[in-house]
């Protein structure tokens, strides 16, 4: 018989040849575990398997051609800062000019949008990933495929046209699970020339946790007031800027979801008392109006702390705890856009999603998924264990085409993630016109670091920018 100090010791040994062997076989590999060099671009996955070996057109020459737009200028400024929260409390922070979440940008559809980023002194360097934007290959902002990370003392230019309106944000991409949670995020919101929906005021709202402590709602700890009168149509733009999902009730007021990922709905009908599940990384626009008298609350049922009140009087009665989930499949007026599960595709791949890891394998082990220009691409995710994985893809907006085996059923859901819950089957499908080197990844970010991040890769683009060690760039 062991002694108690015998057992346990074995038991440890037991864990940790087990842990190593979970590691080894791919389904572990964690941020530090980064080989010295890797091309990103792939072509060794599928030079012999339909790809081409020869690279013909490079990320980086993939550019906003010249045009007449308008123009709209900003600078960002990435800092080590100490920030006072609005309890008077400070905090250490990592912020583009000088505040968490960063400056809300706010521009017209159309418009030329020009970012000149600078570091000042964040060690590990940073960058701006665009997040739910279609945009050229080399503004993408991921350290390694797209560009190097900037350094203290560099700057970087990104441009691009804002060619889709909606709801968006911004985060550095460079080691993102740290550096988002360390306050290098902010908003962007696209107003439309024109639209379907009307609203009086149009507010965003960020929901994050600063250093994995503090609950912010646009950088506030004791929740977020604003104004609003009796009548008056708010449209108000929520981003989930955390890992975990956020479970948003709307109290007060009947409302309609108009907008996912920053693409606006058709037909929503309007609801009242249900909880939406908002992903990491992922945008929900909800439109309501001010009761004639009273509040309207809005926040998180896990964390009320993430909060938003509007308008003056009595607290609404809450959002029961046992309301039920929104439930987008089926909500909305149909539309046909001639996208459906049957059509023909040119290449399907499945994505079986385990804990933090992609078919078994992590990070640069995953085989990318490889397209041409042109091409549709039909994605199925199978969600096998873990917790949730909200899987965002870049550079593209693709169609959700059914989930758990059945079609939508309500409005066609355009979107740049899509949230699994375990068990959740969802086929999604992208037409390859945005030719580059994508990421697609799990947007909890503590997952994407410890593996769960692979490519959709075009025939023929290359990259002359290296991940891994040797050059700092590590693109969680």
């Not at 700057?155 to 360390?182: C, K, L």
């Amino acid at each position: 018989m062991m002694n108690k100090r015998t057992g346990a010791s074995s038991v440890a040994a037991l864990l940790l040849v087990a842990l190593l062997a979970w590691v080894a076989a791919g389904c572990g590999t964690i941020r530090g575990g980064y080989p010295s060099e890797v091309d990103m671009s792939g072509h060794e996955h599928h030079a012999g398997g339909g790809g081409s070996a020869v690279a013909a057109a490079s990320c980086a020459d993939m550019t906003e051609p010249p045009s007449n737009a308008p123009v709209r200028e900003f600078d960002l400024k990435a800092a080590q800062t100490t920030v006072t929260l609005s309890g008077g409390k400070k905090a250490e922070a990592w912020t583009y000019n000088g505040s968490t979440p960063g400056p809300e940008l706010r521009v017209k559809e159309g418009d030329r949008v020009v970012v000149n980023l600078a570091n000042e002194d964040v060690k590990k360097g940073v960058t701006i990933h665009w997040h739910g934007v279609v945009l050229p290959c080399s503004q993408d902002g991921v350290p390694g495929v797209t560009q190097d990370a900037v350094r203290p003392g560099e700057s970087f230019r990104y441009e691009f046209v804002a060619a889709h309106p909606g709801t968006y944000w911004y985060h550095s991409h460079q080691q993102s699970s740290e550096q988002a949670e360390r306050g290098l995020v902010g908003r962007l919101i696209v107003e439309p020339k024109g639209g379907a929906f009307r609203y009086d005021r149009d507010y965003a709202v960020t929901f994050q946790k600063l250093n994995d402590k503090y609950v912010l709602t646009n950088g506030r700890e004791d929740g977020l007031r604003l104004d609003a009168k009796p009548g008056e149509t708010v449209r108000l733009r929520l981003i989930n800027a955390y890992n975990d999902v956020q479970w948003v009730g709307v109290a007060g007021a009947s409302f309609q979801v108009v907008s996912i990922d920053g693409q606006d709905l058709n037909g929503p009908g309007v609801i009242r008392d249900q909880w939406i599940p908002i992903g990491g990384g992922q945008r929900y626009d909800v439109l309501f109006t001010m009761p004639d008298d009273g509040q309207v609350q809005v926040y998180s049922r896990d964390q009320t702390k993430w909060s938003v009140t509007l308008g003056e009087g009595a607290a609404p009665k809450p959002v029961g705890k046992e309301a039920p989930a929104f439930d987008f499949t089926g909500y909305g007026t149909p539309k046909d856009d001639g996208i459906t599960p049957d059509m023909p595709f040119d290449r399907t791949y499945e994505l079986v999603l385990g804990p933090t890891n992609i078919n078994g394998k992590s990070g640069h082990n995953i085989p990318p998924i490889v397209v041409k220009e042109g091409e549709w691409i039909k994605v199925r995710f199978v969600h096998k264990l873990g917790s949730e994985h909200p899987m965002h893809l870049h550079g593209h907006l693709f169609k959700i085409l059914t989930k758990n085996g059945k079609p939508l059923t309500g409005s066609p859901i355009y979107a740049d993630s899509v949230l699994l819950f375990r068990g959740d089957v969802y086929e999604v499908t992208f037409q390859a016109n945005n030719p580059g080197l994508w990421m697609e990844h799990c947007h909890n970010l503590g997952h994407a670091a410890a593996g769960m991040t692979m490519m959709v890769n075009y025939e023929g683009v290359s990259t002359p920018y290296r991940v891994g060690t040797k050059s700092g760039n590590i693109p969680d």
